[in-house]
């Protein structure tokens, strides 16, 4: 079975130049102009590793005259790191890129995360779950609450 090759996509940002690369749907690098270098340095600069996954001390990167220039550094550099990246770390990559899509679709509808959804639900010391603005409820744990409070010295 044969390895899959390394795709690009441009970059959906008009203002620059740029390549993302993608193994399979896992973005390990790009491939970009550099800006504000002066010209006699490498105009392309390329970057290969991805987080989360790798560690950043195993990304590489780099710079080239041209984009072609550019690209041989960045395939050597990946058929070095490729082998030793275990699938794990594609699926991290993968889990973390779901998870911020599905955070950005919330705040595209307009609704709150779950972090910003006041809970009034308190765990009393005792191992009961009680909705603390409802009195019928909360009255019977303010004991255990209180004696909790003076066994430890913290008081609110």
Known sequence: MTEPALTRRRSDNPHQETWHIYFTDVRVGAIGARAGVPITAG????SCGFYPGLHPGQHRNGTAATFEAAREPFEAAWSDLQPNIPNAAFAEWRDDRDWRAELAAKRARGEKLDSEIRSTLMRCVCGT???SWKPAESY??????YAA???NGTYR
């Open 43 to 46: 105009q392309w600069g390329w």
């Open 129 to 131: 779950t009680f909705d």
């Open 140 to 145: 019977p744990h303010r004991q255990h609450i």
């Open 149 to 151: 409070q003076a066994t």
